[in-house]
């Protein structure tokens, strides 16, 4: 949805997430690079744009979908916490 227009993946890389048991999870590393022209920006907010919180939820989505093959949804979310904000002229690679 997003992917391909208001960001491109660089690169993704897996790596199993290893318990003392066995294998435990999943981790994923990924290098993305944000469009800071994208017409989101013109209204979030003009003069001073940053990634919306929906768009950053979405483009982990898009993430997880491309490292996984395979469709993702998100379940629960009842309680995201955004500790600073995506200013993409600042950063625009993550």
């Known amino acids: ?3 391909g227009d208001f960001f ?3 690169s993704i890389q897996k790596e199993p997430l290893l318990a003392v048991d066995g294998p435990a999870g999943l981790v994923i590393h990924c290098v993305v690079s944000l ?3 994208h ?3 013109n209204g979030h907010f003009p003069g001073n744009p940053v ?3 929906v768009c ?3 483009m982990v989505r898009e993430v997880a ?3 996984l093959g395979s469709k993702c ?3 629960s979310a009842d309680n995201i916490k955004f500790l600073s904000m995506i200013v993409p002229s600042e950063h625009p690679c993550l």
Do not use: K
Request: hydrophobic share 45%; glycine share 4%.
């Open 73 to 75: 949804r998100l379940v």
């Open 8 to 10: 491109t993946i660089d």
């Open 65 to 67: 979908e491309a490292a």
């Open 56 to 58: 950053q939820v979405q």
């Open 51 to 53: 990634v919306p919180g």
């Open 39 to 41: 017409r989101i920006f």
């Open 35 to 37: 469009n800071s022209s």
């Open 1 to 3: 949805m997003l992917e």
